[in-house]
């Protein structure tokens, strides 16, 4: 299920698939898909994580570290 990680800056991550973001030590780090594009954030920053509407219509509850 797609999700969007917000951090403390007010930037937003926008994850298509879980498989494409980790947890490794401090640190959140998201692979975007068709790109060889990587960030690489820090969990001290992550404010709020949303899981985003699927195709079936559902919307799932936000989850703050």
Known sequence: EPFEVQLSSGEVHHV???EFAFVLGPRLVIGYAGTHRVA????????RVTTLQNA???HAA???P
């Open 40 to 47: 690489v954030l820090s969990l001290l920053h992550v404010t």
């Open 62 to 64: 936000d989850a703050r």
């Open 16 to 18: 298509k698939h879980p």
């Open 56 to 58: 079936g219509g559902a």
